[in-house]
């Protein structure tokens, strides 16, 4: 049964740093590129950072650049986001997802597998 497990939300104030982690299980790893995703309090979903799985290519959204890093531990079956210099616009519940194939995408749409999410609160 496929599964993404997110972990690592929490409350940090601005400027502060947290790191996510996904733990994915029961599919071939190498098949698949994996997502991480935020959805802010009404706003749409939207996409953060994306890792090829079999090369390890990374892209990420503008917003985040240079700020958030995402990689990969194989022997863990387990994809990370470092989140540094976090703002108050970084709020919301950040979403592991997976998607067959290794094309990078930020289009949530594009995913067919999805964890339960985990809440990150940038505030004072």
């Known amino acids: 049964q496929l599964q993404l497990v997110e972990s690592g939300g929490g409350l940090v104030q601005p400027g502060g740093s947290l790191r996510l982690s996904c733990a994915v299980s029961?599919?071939?790893?190498?098949?698949?590129?994996i997502g991480w995703f935020r959805q802010a309090p009404g706003k749409e979903r939207e996409g953060v950072s994306c890792?090829?799985?079999?090369?390890?290519?990374?892209s990420y959204a503008d917003s985040v650049k240079g700020r958030f890093t995402i990689s990969r531990d194989n022997a863990k079956n387990t994809v990370y986001l470092q989140m540094n210099s976090l703002k108050p616009e970084d709020t919301g519940v950040y979403y592991c997802?997976?998607?067959?194939?290794?094309?990078?995408?930020?289009?949530?749409?594009?995913?067919?597998?999805w964890g339960q999410g985990t809440q990150v609160t940038v505030s004072s």
């Open positions: 997802a997976a998607k067959l194939g290794v094309g990078l995408s930020l289009v949530p749409s594009t995913y067919n597998y």
């Open positions: 890792i090829s799985s079999s090369v390890g290519i990374k």
């Open positions: 029961g599919f071939t790893w190498s098949n698949y590129a």
